[in-house]
């Protein structure tokens, strides 16, 4: 059986990752979309096992320990990581698996899975970047700030990825998102 394709969508924050992968569930429902473990704090709606699996420092130390994880990141003073049986299961499966992960998870990723599709979402410019995650609502001044410092820095590794999309319009960055992953499965392998 052929294996599912490892799809990942990686960027800034507040670029859109989030907003255009609910937007993807909806177009694509046959794709598998990972749950990954955090140490932030649930926002406001969040869900554990479904927006993420929320864990205590040790018990995230705890998955690194134990080698659960595909990837892992301390970003802007938390961890996030990817639980890695679910991900390969899933690939093993034959199904197709979407990550939404921050920049160097995503490149650690790379290593590990060169064949997986990578594709970096762009803002418009980074003065809509720094509007969309003030407008979210969700970060205090020192976050958005700290954030902002990294995404010049992020953007800087684009050339890593196979794929850059701008999320100038949410419709118009799915679609060119769905393009990528149908022409990935026509390639000759
Ligand atoms: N194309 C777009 N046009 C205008 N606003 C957008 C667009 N895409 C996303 N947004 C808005 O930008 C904000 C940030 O989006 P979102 O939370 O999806 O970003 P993210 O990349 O997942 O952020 P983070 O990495 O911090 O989790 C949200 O308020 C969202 O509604
Ligand atoms: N390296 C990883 N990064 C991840 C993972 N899950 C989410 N993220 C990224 O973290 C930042 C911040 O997310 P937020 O929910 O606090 O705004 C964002 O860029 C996410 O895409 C992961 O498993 N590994």
């Known amino acids: 059986m052929a294996k599912g394709l490892l799809i990942v969508l990686s960027g800034p924050s507040?670029?859109?990752?989030?907003?255009?992968?609910?937007?993807l569930r909806k177009r694509l429902p046959e794709l598998t979309y990972?749950?990954?473990?955090?140490?932030?704090?649930?926002r406001q709606g969040e869900e554990n096992g479904v927006n993420y699996f929320f864990k205590t420092r040790e018990q995230f130390l705890d998955m690194i320990e134990k080698d659960?994880?595909?990837?892992y990141?301390?970003?802007?003073?938390?961890?996030?990581?990817?639980?890695?049986?679910?991900?390969?299961r899933t690939i093993e499966?034959?199904?197709d698996i979407f990550l939404e992960i921050e920049v160097q998870g995503a490149l650690k990723v790379r290593e590990k899975?060169?064949?997986?599709?990578?594709?970096?979402?762009l803002p418009p410019s980074l003065d809509e970047l720094k509007d969309r995650i003030r407008g979210r609502g969700?970060?205090?001044?020192?976050?958005?700030?700290?954030?902002?410092?990294?995404?010049?820095?992020?953007?800087?590794?684009?050339?890593?990825?196979?794929y850059a999309v701008v999320?100038?319009?949410?419709?118009?960055?799915?679609?060119?998102?769905?393009?990528?992953?149908?022409?990935?499965h026509c390639k000759i392998r």
């Open 68 to 71: 659960e994880l595909l990837e």
């Open 93 to 95: 499966q034959g199904n």
């Open 167 to 184: 999320n100038d319009e949410i419709d118009l960055a799915c679609k060119r998102i769905e393009s990528i992953i149908i022409a990935e």
């Open 113 to 121: 899975f060169p064949e997986g599709i990578f594709i970096f979402l």
């Open 34 to 42: 990972s749950v990954s473990a955090t140490t932030r704090q649930p």
């Open 73 to 88: 990141a301390e970003y802007v003073g938390n961890y996030y990581g990817t639980p890695r049986d679910f991900v390969e």
């Open 14 to 23: 507040g670029v859109g990752k989030g907003t255009v992968g609910n937007a």
């Open 138 to 162: 969700t970060e205090t001044q020192a976050t958005i700030d700290h954030r902002m410092s990294v995404a010049v820095d992020e953007m800087n590794l684009m050339q890593h990825y196979d």
